[in-house]
C-alpha cells in the first residue's frame, strides 16, 4: 500500500510514495487491461490515485513510441505510408487525412493525429467506416486505396492481436487490423477527454506492437530506463 508523507524506494518511479512491489502490481493490472476502477479494487489505492499513475505511464508510452518512430529512418523496401479519409472523400472535395501513419518491415505499426483532428479521428474510428490511401516503395513507389468497413474486421486481433498479425500479408491489411484492435478498446470508454485521444491511440499502438510478448516487462522496462515523473 502507499505509504503517508514520505519517498520509498521505487526504480520506476521518482519520489515514489508506492512501493516498488504494489507499483508492479499495478503496471501487471494495467497490462491485462483492466480498467481503473479494478484496479482500485484490487490493490486497495484510490481511484484518483491510479488514474494519475495510469496517465503518467500512458505519457511514458507516449514517448517510446515517439522516439521509436524518429529512430525508424526512411521508408524501406516492402514498408508502407497511409492515411486514413472519411469514406468516399466525405463532403469535402479536398478531404484531410483524419490519421497518418507507417507499417514497418517488423510489422509493427506507428499512427500520428494531424493537428485538430482529434475529434474526426474518434469518430471515424468509433464508426468504423473510413477510405485508406497507402504507398509503398519497390523499385519505384506505387500507391494503393480501398474503402474499409471495421464491422467485417478479423475478430481475432481483439484477442490474439500476433496470431492475427501472423497471418498478413500486406500492409493495407495490417493497418486494418490496428484500426480494429483501436476501436475495440475505445468503445469501451464512454467518453475521452480532450487531448486523451493521442494518449490512448498511443497506448494501442504499444500494445499491439508488443504483441505476443509480455507486456508487463516491457513496461517495465521502460519505466526502468526513464522512471516516472
Request: include cysteine.
Amino acid at each position: 500500500m502507499a505509504s503517508r508523507g514520505r519517498a520509498v524506494k521505487n526504480r520506476y518511479v521518482q519520489r515514489a510514495k508506492l512501493s516498488e512491489r504494489d507499483f508492479r502490481r499495478l503496471v501487471g493490472l494495467f497490462a491485462l487491461d483492466f480498467d481503473a476502477t479494478r484496479i482500485a479494487k484490487d490493490t486497495g489505492l484510490s481511484r484518483s490515485t491510479v488514474n494519475s499513475y495510469l496517465r503518467r505511464i500512458r505519457l511514458r508510452l507516449a514517448e517510446h513510441c515517439l522516439l521509436q518512430a524518429m529512430e525508424g529512418g526512411p521508408l524501406a523496401p516492402g514498408e508502407v505510408l497511409f492515411m486514413v479519409f472519411p469514406p468516399n472523400g466525405g463532403a469535402d472535395p479536398q478531404p484531410m487525412p483524419v490519421l497518418t501513419g507507417l507499417v514497418r518491415g517488423d510489422k509493427t505499426v506507428q499512427l500520428e493525429i494531424p493537428p485538430d483532428r482529434e475529434r474526426d479521428a474518434l469518430r471515424r474510428i468509433l464508426r468504423g467506416r473510413m477510405h485508406f490511401k497507402g504507398w509503398y516503395q519497390e523499385e519505384c513507389v506505387v500507391g494503393f486505396s480501398r474503402e474499409i468497413d471495421l464491422d467485417f474486421a478479423n475478430a481475432a486481433v481483439f484477442y490474439d492481436p500476433a496470431g492475427a498479425c501472423a497471418e498478413v500479408t500486406s500492409g493495407g491489411e495490417l493497418v486494418e487490423l490496428f484500426l480494429s484492435f483501436v476501436r475495440f478498446r475505445l468503445t469501451r470508454f464512454r467518453g475521452l477527454a480532450h487531448g486523451e485521444l493521442r494518449l490512448h491511440l498511443k497506448e494501442c499502438e504499444f500494445r499491439f506492437n508488443v504483441g505476443g510478448r509480455d507486456l508487463k516487462a516491457a513496461i517495465l522496462s521502460i519505466l526502468k530506463r526513464r522512471p516516472l515523473p
